[in-house]
């Protein structure tokens, strides 16, 4: 592993220690924004207005609810990203 890094930084830099690193720093945000944007829209689409009438079954349909537009969404993205 040393031999690797020391290598590395001698012949491109200590900035190539960072390549690749671009594409997830563009969509992890995205995804996150995606998750928690649609997670809550199931949340008003069920009529929770206050957390502590939020049910674990309500709180079950809403992560399947994200995890779809999740899958939808950011699948071709990933797919961009792991083509690269």
Known sequence: MRHVVSTTVSNEGVFAL????SGPLLTVPLINSI????YEF???????TDE???????????????????SIVLSPIELVKCRL
Not at 18 to 21: A, C, E, V
Not at 52 to 70: E, M, P, W
């Open 35 to 38: 998750i928690f944007a649609s």
């Open 52 to 70: 502590k009438d939020f049910t674990f079954g309500q709180s079950i349909k809403a992560g399947c609810f994200a995890g779809l537009v999740n």
């Open 18 to 21: 960072y390549k690749g690193l």
């Open 42 to 48: 199931a949340k008003s689409m069920m009529n929770v």
